[in-house]
Structures are given as structure tokens and as C-alpha cells.
């Protein structure tokens, strides 16, 4: 408002106190009104989807009116975060599932979904969804989907190779050398940062000591050095044997995200290690006549669990000091179980867990998708041994990518890089896990 | 001081004296005082604890903390006399009335407007890219391609490139300092015959003194905050060579939550700065020439 | 002659400064694919999608609603900045107030601390006063010379010329605040339309701050809108966000091209007799 506004900003303050006033007072038997107010992320497709459901669950309970707050992904944590800080978090959140470590590590820093059972249909999670969101005895949040990482490969890329879609990894691996022989030095099998090179190598490990990497309990490792070496050998053995790309060469196309990859685009970077319930955008880029496809899921010989990281790939939840849980649970209910919000929707974010969610999707016929099958096909792997929401907590991840970075960069060797993050990993998740109880939550 | 009162002056300076109060000086000492705690942003403020000097001892141990402080005054050592340099240069050529000159201003100051927006990290992630606008170029010049991303040694080149890009600012103000130099002192100095090297050396440069260093003192300052450059495109890496301390300090409070952390950081900063700047101001006295202060000393 | 030499120097360097926003511009014309596997800056499709796409968003309000947004924070934002910045430097460069130096040093002390680790004290006060989700933590601040680097500025420029027109005219009558505004401010204007034109332009790409005060996406600024379609699940339309900075770059360019007369023209102390 200009300075030079004044005057006129006076005259209509002055004439909105009048109108207040003079206006009638509400009728008694209406419904008061409860506002809510939901936050989420997204892009272009999520936003309208939360949008136009919004809009119809308005119109389907009348009394409630729903307020949506939203950004890219970018900044979303920092306000969310800032927001509880200051007590002034929306009623409904869209949460990452490493997120309720972070917030509610005795439970209660999200409302426990358990008590409003019936006016959310939770009946159409099973139990496995329903632990994935429980702290401590409290549901906290439900998941929207989940994921996992699968492999995907440009199958063009490796028709040009005379080779397809590898199916263990000894051929992923003869894979390499062929690829520089026959397509040049810088087609690669797969595409990795090093985030995905954490993923891979886990897999890769776990398949072997059918562990979790971390334990929560003792708040260390559970993998001794060895296994440490071995994850860090086996990133090496990807470099010198041309299945991914060296780190310098990597890191040349600078900070950008997976799909805008230059080299995936036009098909020189040939897989991905990905997750199941964003896959679309990775096909969404490639250039035209590339096609990407599932690929068998690669197994140790021997292995019997797949090393998968199964989790929510998305989840929501409610304000533990919300003024209006009955309808917040209303809402809830309506963006996962009703065939409007499904749709709309869609398989946006992956394959939904809400039975009636999949119900509605498949009688609609929604064709298949990557994801879709990529979630099909993680229900037919073994894959029991889960792993700790600390590995995906930022000091955790860093703590391991630094190291590899090093590695990746020549600084060290493999037996120092497993001692290392033997070593850092272990004092990281000494520091970050804490017990329940110390002071947080509410 | 010609003015009559001092009280007037208070009068004066009184919406900064307010402004002190009210929103300065509270988050300044919350800050502070969050610096000897250990609170994490996830958590209410009731449960950080008062941990005193720990956050500084750990920075003292810290081997990224030390890392960040020497890529970062690698920066400011580069990219403060460069773009100094480089902006006044700049600013002579266009203090003229050319033909267009209007259009070549604009151009020039185009990339300080677009500073932080979001369009600048994928212009330059592309322009900086292993196959991007620069190899092409240099490849076209028959010169090598540099892996400006990928190579710990030139990533740096490549925010400090970008710093250099966005000179405009400063030489706006040297253009606004340029302007402020009566012109019949030029005239003057041409009556009595001097070259046009002795009048920048006698009456341009002495006479734009106070905006050099105005100009000094806040690109140290900026360079020292730089934060959007390494944040876009390069992340802070390859092995955190442009890792610089602002951006440190962001990841510690917003990705990490260790806000008690990120405050000792920022006071470490803070301090670092502030004697770079105490230092630039007492060497003020014995180069910047203010005009009509002959004889009445320095008041910084 | 010298204009050649001047013309030759300002052409290669206006290369250098313009192609990376040529080819920002041209990909706000070119369709979504070819942005990134796409050498020039010259569309080979060229589309008006990203411009169409983008203006009405994927938000329930379209890209001018934003650009208003934009400017009902920053118009105040600067009109108080200047007069405050301009006052107070006043004060410092014209009075012996006591406590001056102490309180300079203050001054310069604000500039040093970056902003991300005062964000949640700063949160927490407004949130006290009740200012969140609303314009004001945004602008007001500025109205109590909070950025020292204009306050420092104004006072650089107000010490490098002499007094005595300032003189002269107290001893004609006038009282401080006359001198300051029919001869101070007259011959610092290019300072005062630098600080202006700064204070614009930095806060039209101000995004922290917005996104942690504003939560009500109807009060989004520009700085907020184009980072909205940015996400980890889908694929980014470039050509939109480049098209859509491309438009939120016209004000500050606008603004900085009719400013320019100030720093040709400049109104220039030629006056220095009585």
C-alpha cells in the first residue's frame, strides 16, 4: 500500500467498520463453518489435482471449507519446518516419510490417526501400510503410496548395443565394456548420483548379510567394516568396469535433476536405479524413439531377499493440535478412498495403498505404467528385511556421499572409504538418533 | 556542523534507532544466544539446552567447517578485486553520450537483475556444463573443453564467473559516482592543459574515493554472503570446493535442523567479516578523500 | 577514433553479458523438449505454449495476479527505504549525534549476518505480532532503514561533495530538513535512484523471506510462483518458468531504462559558487 494511499485507505476502513455493524446477525441453526487448512508439494499435475478435489469435497460437506497451502518442492521443507518451529502448522500435511523420525520421534508430534478410525476408512490400509506410519503405538500418518527402487533401462540404447535389457547383474555387468566398444566411450549402462550409488550399493550388500544397515536400537550400524568395504568396492568395480560414468564426468553436468540429465535424454546414459512412484518423469524427457522399460529385478546369486528399500513414497498427516480433527479426518478420507480424488489424481504419485484407491483406478481401466508395474513387480520379490527411516535422514545420506565422493574422485581408496564410513556413519547415527523423551515432540 | 542542533540529528537517525529495537536487535541476540545452544529446528524452542562454547569448539574440529572458510576466502580474494576492476572500467566507457549508450547500460546491468531467480541456475548449469555454451565456444576457438562442474580445481572458476557476470550493480554505483564530479572542475583541469590520464589520476579517482570504497566494503561484504551461485549449480560440490560458508550454514539450519550450529557458524562468519570491514575502514583515512572534510579528519 | 575503441570494448562485452539471457528468452519460446537438448537460442519449433501455459498457471489464479502481489509489496517496500535510508544517512553525515561511531558500527554489524540464521527468531516476533501471513514483515522493516547497505551508500555520496551550497542556504533561513530537501537530495539523486532501483530489484527475487511469512498462495509473489512447477515427482516445464521470468524481468528492466536519464544527465553540483 503507497504511502500516498492513505487517505482513501482511511475512508474505506472506516466504511468497512460501518458495514460490519450493520450486518445481520448469523443465523442460529446453520453449521458453523471450519476452515482447514492443507499443505502439500508438488508440480503443474499435483497441484491441480489437489485443487479440483479440494473444490469437491467442498462441495460434498458444505460446512468445511479447505484452504490450500502450496509450493514446488523447493522450500517446502524449510517452511514446514519453520512453521512447527513457531506452532503454526496447517491442520493436513503432506509428509515425507523420513519426516516423521525428524518430528514425531516419541509419537506424538502428528495427531494419532487410530482414534478417528471410522471417519477415516483406515480399513482400506492394511497393516503393513498402516505400521510404515506408525511411531511408537500412534499412526501419525498414512501413506499415500509407496516405492521402491527397481531398475529401468532405455531399451533402444541397448538394441543399439546388439544386447537387451539385462536381467542379472553379470550381465549388467558385461554390459559395460560393450557399450564402450560398440557405442563409444560415453554411453554408459546406467545413469547414478550418488544418492542412487547409496541405493544400489545397499541393495547390493543387503542382498548378501539380509540385514538392515541401521540400527535403530543401538543407534549404529548394522553391518560390520567389512561390509562397509564392500559397498564402497563395489561402486568402484561400476566405475572400471563402464557401467557408470566417473564421477568427474558425472559431476560436469552440474546440479540438476535426473530427468534433465542431458546424457539420459538422449539415451547415452542407458538405466536408472529408481523409484517406482516417479519413474513417469524419466520417461516423460527422453527424447522421442526411446523407450524405457522394467527390467527384472538383479539378484546375487544366492540372495534370498532383493535389498529393496520399500517405503511410503508419500504420505499424509494431521496436526497433533489441530481445533479440528473430526474434519480433518473427513478430508483425509475423502483424498485417499474417494473415486473423485483417485482419479483426479490418478497414478500421479505412484501406485495409491488405499485398497478401494486401486479398486477404483483398475474399474477405470487406467492403463498401466512403469510405476504400476514397477510396484507389481516388488510384490513378487522377497523382500522382508526393511530398513530404518535414519538412512534417509540428511546427515546419514551425506555422511555416506561425502565418502564416496572422495572415493569417486580418486581422494581415497576402497578399503579407507569403508573404514571411513564405518567410522562416520557410526558417530553420525549416534549424534541424530535420539531416544524418544528428550524434550521434542508435544 | 553546520546544522543547528544535535538533537535533530537524533531526530533523524531516530526510524534506524527504532527499527534497532523493534525488529534488529531481538533476532540479532536470539541468535546469539541460539549459537551456545543446541536447538533443532524440529523441535519447540523450550528444549534447546545452553551448551555454551561446545558449538565453537566442534567448529574448531570440524574438517568441513574448515574446508568451507578457506574455498570461501579463496572467493572473496578473487572475485572482490576483479569485479571492482572490472566495474569501474566498465563504468568509464559508458559515462559518455553515445548513441545507444541507454541500450549497452541496460544489457550490461541485465544480469543483476536477474540475480537469484530461478532462471539463472538452469541458464548457467547450461552455459557451465561438461557439453555446455562455454566448451562450445572453446572448442570452436580450437581450445580445450574445461570440466568447469566436474573438476574440484574449476568449479570454483565457475561461481566467480558468475559473481564477475552480475557486476552491474557496482557499476551503477560508480556510473551514479561518476556523475556526482562537477564537471567544471574538468573543464578547468582542460583550461590548464592537462592529459586525460592526469585528470583521472588528479580529480576523477580522489573524487570517486568514497564510492570505491563504499563499493570496497560491500562487495567484501557480498562476497562473504554469497549463497545463490554454489546453491544452484553447483550444490557446494565436487568435494565441497565451492562450499562456501553461507551456504554451510543454510544446510546446517534448514537441512540438517542444527540451528544452534548454524548460529556459532554465523557468528564465526560475522566476526570474520567484521574485521575485514574495521580493517577497511581504519585504511580509509589514508585513501579516501572526502571533499569537503579537508582538515576536519576522519569520521568513520 | 575513441568512440570506435569505446564501441568495439562495450559490443564484445555485451555479448558476454547478454547471451545467456538471450537463450533464456528463446526458451521461453520453444517447446518443452528442446529446451534442454537445444544448442541456440533460436526455437526450432517455436511456440507460444510456455507464455500460454504459464500465465495461467496450474494454481487457481493466473500469473498477473502474482505480478500484483509482486508489486504491492515492493512498491512500498522501496517508497519507505528511500525515505528512511535518506533521513537517517542524513543524520549521519550532517550531525554530531552522540554515540555516532558506535552506532555506524551497528549499522555496518546488521549487513553482516546472513539472513538464514535470523529467519526463525524473526519468524517467531512476527508471529507474536501477528504479521504472518501478511505483506507487512515484508516491507515495513525497511521503512526503519533496516538495510544498512543503503543507509552506508546515501552517506558515501552525501560526504563526497562540499557544503557550501548547504551552507548557504542555512544562512538564508532555511531549517535542516529544507536544506536536505531542495539541495541534498537534488544533487544525490543518482545515489537515491541506485538505492531505489537495488531495493526493486533484489526484492523482486527475494524468495526466502515470502515463502516463509506467506502461506496463502493468493498472496504468492513472482519470486514464489515460478518455483511452484518444481518439483521431485514431475518433469519441470522449463519453457513455462522461463517464459514467465522472462515477463517478471520486464519491470526492473523497464524501470531501470527510464532511470537511466539520472545517471547520464545527472544533476550535477556544477554550482559551486555561492
Given at each position: 500500500?503507497?504511502?500516498?494511499?492513505?487517505?482513501?485507505?482511511?475512508?474505506?476502513?472506516?466504511?468497512?467498520?460501518?458495514i460490519?455493524?450493520?450486518?445481520p446477525?448469523?443465523?442460529a441453526?446453520?453449521?458453523?463453518?471450519?476452515?482447514?487448512?492443507?499443505?502439500?508439494?508438488?508440480?503443474?499435475?499435483?497441484?491441480?489435482?489437489?485443487?479440483?478435489?479440494?473444490?469437491?469435497?467442498?462441495?460434498?460437506?458444505?460446512?468445511?471449507?479447505?484452504?490450500?497451502?502450496?509450493?514446488?518442492?523447493?522450500?517446502?521443507?524449510?517452511?514446514?519446518t519453520?512453521?512447527?518451529?513457531?506452532?503454526?502448522?496447517?491442520?493436513?500435511?503432506?509428509?515425507?516419510w523420513?519426516?516423521?523420525?525428524?518430528?514425531?520421534r516419541?509419537?506424538?508430534?502428528f495427531?494419532?490417526l487410530?482414534?478417528?478410525?471410522?471417519?477415516?476408512?483406515l480399513?482400506q490400509?492394511?497393516?503393513?501400510?498402516?505400521?510404515?506410519?506408525?511411531?511408537?503405538?500412534?499412526?501419525n500418518?498414512?501413506?499415500?503410496?509407496?516405492a521402491a527402487?527397481?531398475?529401468?533401462?532405455?531399451?533402444?540404447t541397448?538394441?543399439?548395443?546388439?544386447?537387451?535389457?539385462?536381467?542379472?547383474?553379470?550381465?549388467?555387468?558385461?554390459?559395460?565394456p560393450?557399450?564402450?566398444?560398440?557405442?563409444?566411450?560415453?554411453?554408459?549402462?546406467?545413469?547414478?548420483?550418488f544418492?542412487?550409488?547409496?541405493?544400489?550399493?545397499?541393495?547390493?550388500?543387503?542382498?548378501?548379510?539380509?540385514?538392515?544397515?541401521?540400527?535403530?536400537?543401538?543407534?549404529?550400524l548394522?553391518?560390520?567394516?567389512?561390509?562397509?568395504?564392500?559397498?564402497?568396492?563395489?561402486?568402484?568395480?561400476?566405475?572400471?568396469?563402464?557401467?557408470?560414468?566417473?564421477?568427474?564426468?558425472?559431476?560436469?553436468?552440474?546440479?540438476?535433476?535426473?530427468?534433465e540429465?542431458?546424457?539420459?535424454?538422449t539415451?547415452?546414459?542407458?538405466?536408472?536405479?529408481?523409484?517406482?512412484?516417479?519413474?513417469?518423469?524419466l520417461?516423460?524427457?527422453?527424447?522421442?524413439?526411446?523407450?524405457?522399460v522394467?527390467?527384472?529385478?538383479?539378484?546375487?546369486?544366492g540372495?534370498?531377499?532383493?535389498?529393496?528399500?520399500?517405503?511410503?513414497?508419500?504420505?499424509?498427516?494431521?496436526n497433533?493440535?489441530?481445533?479440528h480433527?473430526?474434519?480433518?479426518?473427513?478430508?483425509?478420507?475423502?483424498l485417499?478412498?474417494?473415486?473423485?480424488?483417485?482419479?483426479?489424481?490418478?497414478?500421479?504419485?505412484?501406485?495409491?495403498v488405499?485398497k478401494?484407491?486401486?479398486?477404483?483406478?483398475?474399474?477405470?481401466?487406467?492403463?498401466?505404467?512403469?510405476?504400476?508395474d514397477?510396484?507389481t513387480?516388488?510384490?513378487?520379490l522377497?523382500?522382508?528385511?526393511?530398513?530404518?527411516?535414519?538412512?534417509?535422514?540428511?546427515?546419514?545420506?551425506?555422511g555416506?556421499?561425502?565418502?564416496f565422493?572422495?572415493?569417486?574422485?580418486?581422494?581415497?581408496?576402497?578399503?579407507?572409504?569403508?573404514?571411513?564410513?564405518?567410522?562416520?556413519?557410526?558417530?553420525?547415527?549416534?549424534?541424530?538418533?535420539?531416544p524418544?523423551g528428550?524434550?521434542?515432540?508435544? | 556542523?553546520i546544522?543547528?542542533?544535535?538533537?535533530s540529528?537524533?531526530?533523524?537517525?531516530?526510524?534506524?534507532?527504532?527499527?534497532?529495537?523493534?525488529?534488529?536487535?531481538?533476532?540479532?541476540?536470539?541468535?546469539?544466544?541460539?549459537s551456545?545452544?543446541?536447538?533443532?529446528?524440529?523441535?519447540?524452542?523450550?528444549a534447546?539446552?545452553?551448551?555454551?562454547?561446545?558449538?565453537?569448539?566442534a567448529?574448531?574440529?570440524?574438517?568441513?567447517?574448515?574446508?568451507?572458510?578457506l574455498?570461501?576466502l579463496v572467493?572473496?580474494?578473487?572475485t572482490?578485486?576483479?569485479?571492482?576492476?572490472f566495474?569501474?572500467?566498465?563504468?568509464?566507457?559508458?559515462?559518455?553520450?553515445?548513441?545507444?549508450i541507454?541500450?549497452?547500460?541496460?544489457?550490461?546491468y541485465?544480469?543483476?537483475?536477474?540475480?537469484?531467480?530461478?532462471?539463472?541456475?538452469?541458464?548457467?548449469?547450461?552455459?557451465?556444463?561438461?557439453?555446455?555454451?562455454?566448451?562450445?565456444?572453446f572448442?570452436?576457438?580450437?581450445?580445450?573443453?574445461?570440466?568447469?562442474?566436474?573438476?574440484?580445481?574449476?568449479?570454483?572458476?565457475?561461481i566467480?564467473?558468475?559473481?564477475l557476470?552480475?557486476?552491474?550493480?557496482?557499476?551503477?554505483?560508480?556510473?551514479?559516482?561518476l556523475?556526482?564530479i562537477?564537471?567544471?572542475?574538468?573543464?578547468?583541469?582542460?583550461?590548464?592543459?592537462?592529459?586525460?590520464?592526469?585528470?583521472?589520476?588528479?580529480?576523477?579517482?580522489?573524487?570517486?574515493?568514497p564510492?570505491?570504497?563504499?563499493?570496497?566494503?560491500?562487495?567484501?561484504?557480498?562476497?562473504?554472503q554469497?549463497?545463490?551461485?554454489?546453491y544452484?549449480?553447483?550444490?557446494?560440490?565436487?568435494l565441497?570446493?565451492?562450499?562456501?560458508?553461507?551456504?554451510?550454514?543454510?544446510?546446517?539450519a534448514?537441512?540438517?535442523?542444527?540451528?544452534?550450529?548454524?548460529s556459532?557458524?554465523?557468528w564465526?562468519?560475522?566476526?570474520?567479516?567484521?574485521?575485514?570491514?574495521?580493517?577497511?575502514?581504519?585504511?580509509s583515512?589514508?585513501?579516501?578523500?572526502?571533499?569537503q572534510?579537508?582538515?576536519?579528519?576522519?569520521?568513520? | 577514433?575513441?568512440?570506435?575503441?569505446?564501441?568495439?570494448v562495450?559490443?564484445?562485452?555485451?555479448?558476454?553479458?547478454?547471451?545467456?539471457?538471450?537463450?533464456?528468452?528463446?526458451?521461453?519460446?520453444?517447446?518443452?523438449?528442446?529446451?534442454?537438448?537445444?544448442?541456440?537460442?533460436?526455437?526450432?519449433e517455436?511456440?507460444?505454449?510456455?507464455?500460454?501455459k504459464g500465465?495461467?498457471?496450474?494454481?487457481?489464479?493466473?500469473?498477473?495476479?502474482?505480478?500484483?502481489?509482486?508489486?504491492?509489496?515492493?512498491?512500498?517496500?522501496?517508497?519507505?527505504?528511500v525515505?528512511?535510508s535518506?533521513?537517517?544517512?542524513?543524520?549521519?553525515?550532517?550531525?554530531?549525534v552522540p554515540?555516532?561511531?558506535?552506532?555506524?558500527g551497528?549499522?555496518?554489524?546488521?549487513?553482516?549476518?546472513?539472513?538464514?540464521v535470523?529467519?526463525?527468531?524473526?519468524?517467531?516476533?512476527?508471529?507474536?505480532?501477528?504479521?504472518?501471513d501478511t505483506?507487512?514483515?515484508l516491507?515495513?522493516p525497511?521503512?526503519?532503514?533496516?538495510?544498512?547497505?543503503f543507509?552506508?551508500?546515501?552517506?558515501q555520496?552525501?560526504?563526497?561533495?562540499?557544503?557550501?551550497?548547504e551552507?548557504?542556504?542555512?544562512m538564508?533561513?532555511?531549517?535542516?530538513?529544507?536544506?536536505?530537501?531542495?539541495?541534498?537530495?537534488?544533487?544525490?539523486?543518482?545515489?537515491?535512484?541506485?538505492v531505489?532501483?537495488?531495493?526493486?530489484?533484489w526484492?523482486?527475487?527475494d524468495?526466502?523471506?515470502p515463502?516463509?511469512?506467506?502461506?496463502s498462495?493468493?498472496k504468492?509473489?513472482?519470486?514464489?510462483?515460478?518455483?511452484?512447477s518444481?518439483?521431485?515427482?514431475?518433469a519441470?516445464?522449463?519453457?513455462?518458468i522461463?517464459?514467465?521470468s522472462?515477463?517478471a524481468l520486464?519491470?526492473?528492466?523497464?524501470?531501470?531504462?527510464a532511470?537511466?536519464?539520472y545517471?547520464?544527465?545527472?544533476?550535477?553540483?556544477?554550482?559551486v559558487?555561492?
Amino acid at each position: 500500500m503507497n504511502a500516498t494511499a492513505r487517505l482513501p485507505r482511511l475512508v474505506a476502513a472506516l466504511a468497512l467498520a460501518a458495514i460490519l455493524f450493520i450486518q445481520p446477525a448469523p443465523a442460529a441453526d446453520s453449521q458453523p463453518t471450519v476452515e482447514l487448512r492443507m499443505s502439500w508439494w508438488g508440480g503443474n499435475e499435483v497441484h491441480r489435482a489437489y485443487l479440483a478435489s479440494l473444490r469437491r469435497f467442498e462441495a460434498k460437506y458444505p460446512h468445511i471449507k479447505v484452504k490450500g497451502e502450496y509450493t514446488g518442492w523447493v522450500g517446502h521443507l524449510e517452511r514446514l519446518t519453520t512453521q512447527i518451529a513457531g506452532g503454526t502448522a496447517p491442520d493436513v500435511m503432506q509428509v515425507n516419510w523420513n519426516w516423521l523420525v525428524l518430528f514425531s520421534r516419541d509419537g506424538r508430534g502428528f495427531y494419532d490417526l487410530n482414534t478417528l478410525n471410522g471417519t477415516v476408512d483406515l480399513s482400506q490400509f492394511d497393516r503393513d501400510a498402516r505400521d510404515t506410519g506408525t511411531v511408537k503405538g500412534r499412526l501419525n500418518a498414512l501413506p499415500v503410496a509407496m516405492a521402491a527402487r527397481v531398475f529401468y533401462f532405455n531399451e533402444t540404447t541397448f538394441a543399439k548395443a546388439g544386447l537387451r535389457v539385462p536381467r542379472t547383474w553379470d550381465e549388467l555387468f558385461a554390459a559395460g565394456p560393450i557399450f564402450r566398444e560398440r557405442l563409444g566411450k560415453d554411453y554408459y549402462p546406467l545413469a547414478m548420483n550418488f544418492l542412487d550409488v547409496l541405493a544400489l550399493c545397499r541393495s547390493w550388500v543387503v542382498q548378501r548379510t539380509n540385514r538392515q544397515l541401521i540400527d535403530e536400537g543401538s543407534r549404529r550400524l548394522n553391518a560390520s567394516e567389512a561390509d562397509m568395504e564392500e559397498m564402497a568396492a563395489f561402486y568402484q568395480r561400476l566405475v572400471t568396469e563402464h557401467v557408470i560414468a566417473p564421477a568427474p564426468e558425472r559431476a560436469s553436468y552440474g546440479n540438476v535433476a535426473d530427468q534433465e540429465l542431458r546424457p539420459w535424454i538422449t539415451g547415452r546414459y542407458a538405466g536408472m536405479y529408481y523409484w517406482t512412484s516417479a519413474v513417469g518423469k524419466l520417461a516423460e524427457t527422453l527424447q522421442p524413439g526411446q523407450k524405457l522399460v522394467l527390467a527384472p529385478y538383479l539378484m546375487r546369486e544366492g540372495a534370498s531377499d532383493a535389498g529393496l528399500f520399500y517405503r511410503p513414497a508419500m504420505m499424509v498427516a494431521v496436526n497433533s493440535k489441530t481445533q479440528h480433527p473430526k474434519e480433518a479426518a473427513l478430508l483425509l478420507d475423502f483424498l485417499f478412498n474417494d473415486a473423485f480424488a483417485v482419479e483426479a489424481f490418478g497414478l500421479q504419485r505412484g501406485l495409491p495403498v488405499s485398497k478401494s484407491a486401486v479398486a477404483t483406478l483398475e474399474a477405470r481401466g487406467l492403463s498401466r505404467t512403469l510405476g504400476w508395474d514397477g510396484n507389481t513387480q516388488v510384490a513378487t520379490l522377497p523382500h522382508r528385511v526393511g530398513e530404518s527411516g535414519y538412512f534417509e535422514h540428511p546427515r546419514v545420506r551425506d555422511g555416506f556421499i561425502d565418502i564416496f565422493e572422495s572415493l569417486g574422485f580418486g581422494e581415497i581408496s576402497a578399503a579407507e572409504a569403508g573404514r571411513r564410513m564405518y567410522t562416520d556413519v557410526n558417530r553420525i547415527l549416534e549424534r541424530v538418533v535420539r531416544p524418544a523423551g528428550d524434550g521434542s515432540g508435544s | 556542523m553546520i546544522y543547528g542542533s544535535r538533537m535533530s540529528g537524533l531526530l533523524y537517525l531516530s526510524p534506524y534507532l527504532l527499527g534497532l529495537a523493534v525488529f534488529t536487535l531481538f533476532p540479532f541476540v536470539a541468535s546469539l544466544l541460539l549459537s551456545f545452544s543446541d536447538y533443532r529446528l524440529q523441535d519447540p524452542v523450550s528444549a534447546a539446552q545452553i551448551i555454551g562454547f561446545e558449538n565453537y569448539q566442534a567448529m574448531l574440529h570440524d574438517r568441513t567447517f574448515g574446508k568451507s572458510l578457506l574455498v570461501t576466502l579463496v572467493y572473496v580474494f578473487l572475485t572482490v578485486p576483479l569485479k571492482l576492476a572490472f566495474a569501474l572500467f566498465i563504468a568509464f566507457v559508458l559515462n559518455f553520450r553515445l548513441r545507444g549508450i541507454g541500450a549497452f547500460r541496460t544489457a550490461y546491468y541485465l544480469p543483476s537483475i536477474l540475480g537469484g531467480s530461478v532462471a539463472i541456475a538452469v541458464v548457467w548449469r547450461y552455459v557451465f556444463a561438461g557439453d555446455g555454451l562455454l566448451n562450445q565456444a572453446f572448442v570452436l576457438m580450437g581450445a580445450a573443453p574445461i570440466n568447469w562442474l566436474g573438476e574440484p580445481a574449476y568449479a570454483m572458476g565457475s561461481i566467480v564467473l558468475l559473481r564477475l557476470w552480475q557486476f552491474g550493480s557496482a557499476m551503477v554505483i560508480f556510473l551514479a559516482g561518476l556523475q556526482g564530479i562537477p564537471t567544471d572542475l574538468y573543464e578547468a583541469a582542460r583550461l590548464d592543459g592537462a592529459s586525460a590520464w592526469q585528470v583521472f589520476r588528479r580529480i576523477t579517482l580522489p573524487l570517486l574515493t568514497p564510492v570505491i570504497f563504499f563499493n570496497f566494503i560491500m562487495q567484501v561484504i557480498q562476497a562473504f554472503q554469497e549463497f545463490n551461485g554454489p546453491y544452484v549449480i553447483t550444490g557446494g560440490g565436487p568435494l565441497k570446493s565451492t562450499y562456501l560458508l553461507p551456504l554451510m550454514i543454510y544446510e546446517e539450519a534448514f537441512k540438517y535442523f542444527e540451528v544452534g550450529y548454524a548460529s556459532a557458524l554465523s557468528w564465526a562468519l560475522f566476526v570474520l567479516v567484521a574485521l575485514f570491514t574495521a580493517l577497511a575502514f581504519r585504511s580509509s583515512k589514508y585513501w579516501v578523500f572526502y571533499a569537503q572534510e579537508r582538515g576536519e579528519g576522519d569520521k568513520s | 577514433m575513441r568512440a570506435g575503441l569505446r564501441y568495439g570494448v562495450l559490443i564484445a562485452v555485451g555479448v558476454l553479458m547478454l547471451y545467456p539471457l538471450l537463450w533464456m528468452v528463446g526458451g521461453s519460446f520453444k517447446p518443452n523438449h528442446e529446451i534442454f537438448d537445444s544448442i541456440g537460442f533460436i526455437p526450432h519449433e517455436p511456440t507460444l505454449e510456455g507464455f500460454a501455459k504459464g500465465w495461467h498457471t496450474s494454481t487457481e489464479y493466473t500469473f498477473a495476479r502474482y505480478l500484483l502481489n509482486t508489486f504491492a509489496i515492493i512498491l512500498p517496500k522501496v517508497v519507505v527505504t528511500v525515505v528512511s535510508s535518506v533521513l537517517v544517512a542524513f543524520g549521519f553525515a550532517r550531525f554530531n549525534v552522540p554515540g555516532k561511531r558506535a552506532l555506524f558500527g551497528l549499522l555496518i554489524a546488521t549487513i553482516l549476518l546472513p539472513k538464514s540464521v535470523l529467519l526463525v527468531p524473526q519468524y517467531l516476533m512476527f508471529r507474536e505480532m501477528g504479521w504472518l501471513d501478511t505483506f507487512l514483515p515484508l516491507y515495513v522493516p525497511s521503512a526503519f532503514a533496516t538495510e544498512g547497505f543503503f543507509v552506508f551508500m546515501i552517506i558515501q555520496f552525501m560526504r563526497s561533495f562540499p557544503r557550501e551550497m548547504e551552507e548557504a542556504a542555512v544562512m538564508d533561513g532555511c531549517n535542516s530538513l529544507q536544506v536536505l530537501w531542495h539541495v541534498v537530495v537534488p544533487v544525490i539523486m543518482p545515489a537515491i535512484i541506485s538505492v531505489a532501483l537495488f531495493q526493486f530489484m533484489w526484492s523482486m527475487n527475494d524468495f526466502l523471506s515470502p515463502l516463509i511469512y506467506l502461506s496463502s498462495v493468493e498472496k504468492y509473489p513472482v519470486a514464489l510462483a515460478l518455483k511452484l512447477s518444481i518439483d521431485v515427482t514431475e518433469a519441470t516445464s522449463w519453457n513455462q518458468i522461463l517464459a514467465m521470468s522472462t515477463i517478471a524481468l520486464l519491470p526492473s528492466l523497464a524501470l531501470f531504462f527510464a532511470a537511466q536519464k539520472y545517471f547520464v544527465e545527472g544533476i550535477t553540483v556544477g554550482a559551486v559558487k555561492g
